[in-house]
């Protein structure tokens, strides 16, 4: 037997070089075919679709045809990783969230939801600054909540109308005209919208001051229920008003602590640099987030501290309860975050 098997040997060789190359060509055919496969940005990119699809029946939204809805996918899928990224790298004070606004590009929504407009009006302002010499007590110091006061009104909704400057400014009336009087009143920002055209251009920009312009030369101000949003505008109605106001005033700028003065006795309207607030969702955002390009209008009512000790400013912002802290943004107090101590002016009743 030892012979036929020593003739047999070339044969067993050849057998287990055969299956040699066998073996490593399994394997390259193996990994050819992992390489075919669905890689991770393709399975990512399916579970983005579920997530896009919840949202989308979650918020209603309907699109014109399929290939609006894929733009509007790519759109959401990239808000959705900077969202995402933004909350995972940590170290921050505030946190974001996917909401109504994610299938917007950033240009989109810059150009929709603000809208403040850098040219203030001069003709009625009263001179000076009455905070100037006003001590605030050490309650008033620590912080200050007009909501807490009963002198502001909900969380109002300027929809796809670039009109913030009006709603900024009624706030700020609805205020002050609460502080005098002992009455909430929710006033028309559509007839600022509709008539306050001195300056102002309508849902494409505006300013506050011209709007208290507006409000001081027509005697008043209308209620909401009289003259009710439509966010669109519309022809000037000649309405009767309910509130007056018969001045305003401009707080020094890059004075924060005369704007506290200010906000702690009445709302204060403000610009500020809205261009990292579409998806905040929380916390205190910080001067690092924005810088002081202002384009967007908000309403200060309030200010204090949070509980790892930062101080901030409270602000009513106009892009409904959904948005934020139920429609309120806290934003870094002290050091001019998003340029908040640049442009703020108040109502005079």
């Known amino acids: 037997m030892a012979p036929y098997i020593a003739n047999k040997k070339p044969l067993v060789t050849m057998a287990l070089i055969l299956l040699a190359v066998l073996t490593i060509a399994n394997c390259i055919c193996c990994t050819v075919a992992a390489r075919d496969l669905p890689g991770s940005g393709s399975v990512a990119e399916a579970a983005m679709m579920v997530r896009f699809e919840r949202w989308v029946t979650e918020h209603g939204r309907t699109y014109k045809d399929a290939a609006e809805k894929a733009r509007r996918f790519q759109v959401f899928m990239a808000n959705a990783i900077f969202v995402d990224s933004s909350n995972a790298a940590g170290g921050k004070k505030y946190h974001l969230a996917i909401n109504g606004f994610a299938d917007m590009t950033h240009d989109e929504f810059m150009a929709r939801y603000t809208g403040y407009k850098a040219t203030p009006a001069t003709g009625m302002k009263m001179p000076g600054f009455q905070y100037g010499n006003v001590t605030q007590s050490e309650p008033q110091q620590a912080e200050v909540d007009w909501r807490q006061k009963g002198a502001v009104t909900g969380v109002k909704n300027q929809e796809d109308c670039g009109c913030c400057w009006a709603f900024s400014a009624v706030a700020a009336i609805e205020g002050i005209h609460h502080i005098k009087t002992g009455e909430l009143v929710s006033l028309s920002e559509q007839q600022v919208l509709d008539c306050s055209t001195n300056g102002n251009h309508g849902c494409n920009g505006g300013n506050m001051d011209n709007a208290f312009e507006y ?107 959904t948005w934020g802290e139920g429609g309120y943004l806290r934003l870094e107090r002290g050091v001019n975050a998003c340029g908040v101590a640049i442009q703020a002016s108040y109502p005079v009743a």
């Not at 009445?266 to 916390?283: K, L, M, R, W």
């Not at 910080?286 to 309030?302: E, K, Y």
Request: hydrophobic letters at 35%.
């Open 215 to 321: 409000i001081i030369s027509n005697g008043g101000i209308t209620t909401e229920d009289a003259y009710q949003y439509t966010a669109i505008q519309d022809m000037c109605q000649s309405v009767q008003p309910a509130v007056t106001i018969r001045s305003y005033q401009d707080v020094p700028r890059y004075d924060e602590d005369a704007l506290a003065a200010a906000v702690a006795n009445q709302p204060v309207s403000v610009g500020v640099d809205a261009n990292n607030f579409q998806f905040y969702d929380g916390g205190v955002m910080t001067t690092d987030s924005c810088g002081t390009d202002l384009n967007h209008a908000v309403t200060i009512v309030g200010y204090g501290t949070a509980e790892d000790d930062s101080q901030y400013w409270l602000i009513k912002n106009s892009w409904g309860e």
